[in-house]
């Protein structure tokens, strides 16, 4: 989300609290799974030796929804990424910048031309800062590229459980059929045949919750920062893998 000399600006503040520089260091580029020595590594380069005396673990495990601890290491979860870019303020003034860029490098990889409409237009609508519209559309985008999996490796295995959950369902043979089962049931499904990780399940449970208040007209006010931390969810755990 930001370089390193803006982690440093950060760990030297003395109004942030140590679970929030604890974050802020899974926060630094390159985003992705990081392990305490990784964090403790980070943060001591920029400038924070006292963190040799955290308990690193304990202040993430207690972070609750804002981090997740997967096989390879500490994650920030969609709302982490939102807390930490709400901390870092004007130090972090083009947040979407970096999640329009990794979303276009995305592009090339969906071979479905529809998806890759969607797909677009997410990004158009990031850099015009619609966020409610890039939410809306990056989500349908990302349900299409697990649609177009599902049906190219899984379908057998889907349909099997489609049934044990509900025996009136018709066997689905496409993309089309697929869409026929609510979005939430899908991602149970998914999790269910082992597509998708319990806590990928998890996060993108969130991300459907989020598309649902933007799809429909309420006082709902979605920021950069928000809709950056949504559709940056979506690329590492949907587009970069299907």
């Keep these: 989300m930001f370089d390193r000399e803006a982690l440093k600006e950060l760990l030297a503040r003395s109004d942030l609290s140590n679970r929030d520089k604890v974050l802020t260091c899974l926060a630094a580029e390159p985003l992705g799974a990081k392990k305490v020595e990784d964090i403790r590594s980070l943060a001591v380069e920029a400038g924070l030796r006292e963190i040799a005396k955290w308990n690193v673990s304990d202040y993430l495990s207690k972070a609750k929804t804002l981090a997740i601890r997967t096989p390879h290491g500490w994650e920030l979860t969609g709302p982490g990424k939102a807390h930490v870019a709400s901390v870092a303020g004007p130090l972090l003034?083009?947040?979407?910048?970096?999640?329009?860029?990794?979303?276009?490098?995305?592009?090339?990889?969906i071979p479905n031309a529809d998806t890759q409409q969607f797909v677009a237009e997410a990004v158009r609508c990031l850099e015009a800062k619609l966020n409610r519209a890039a939410i809306v559309t990056s989500w349908?985008?990302?349900?299409?590229?697990?649609?177009?999996?599902?049906?190219?490796?899984?379908?057998?295995?889907?349909?099997?459980?489609?049934?044990?959950?509900?025996?009136?369902?018709?066997?689905?043979?496409?993309?089309?059929?697929?869409?026929?089962?609510?979005?939430?049931?899908?991602?149970q499904l998914l999790s269910a045949i082992g597509v998708?990780?319990?806590?990928?399940?998890?996060?993108?449970?969130?991300?459907?919750?989020?598309r649902n208040g933007c799809g429909h007209p309420n006082s709902l006010v979605v920021g950069e920062h928000k809709a950056s931390a949504h559709v940056e969810t979506l690329i590492q755990n949907v587009f970069a893998k299907f």
Excluded at 147 to 155: K, T
């Design 93 to 109: 003034p083009c947040v979407s910048v970096l999640v329009v860029s990794a979303l276009r490098r995305q592009l090339p990889s």
């Design 140 to 187: 349908v985008g990302a349900v299409a590229v697990l649609y177009d999996a599902v049906v190219a490796s899984h379908l057998a295995a889907f349909n099997a459980e489609a049934v044990k959950r509900d025996p009136k369902w018709r066997t689905a043979k496409s993309a089309d059929d697929l869409a026929r089962m609510k979005e939430f049931d899908f991602l």
């Design 196 to 210: 998708l990780g319990k806590n990928v399940k998890d996060e993108l449970e969130v991300c459907l919750k989020l």
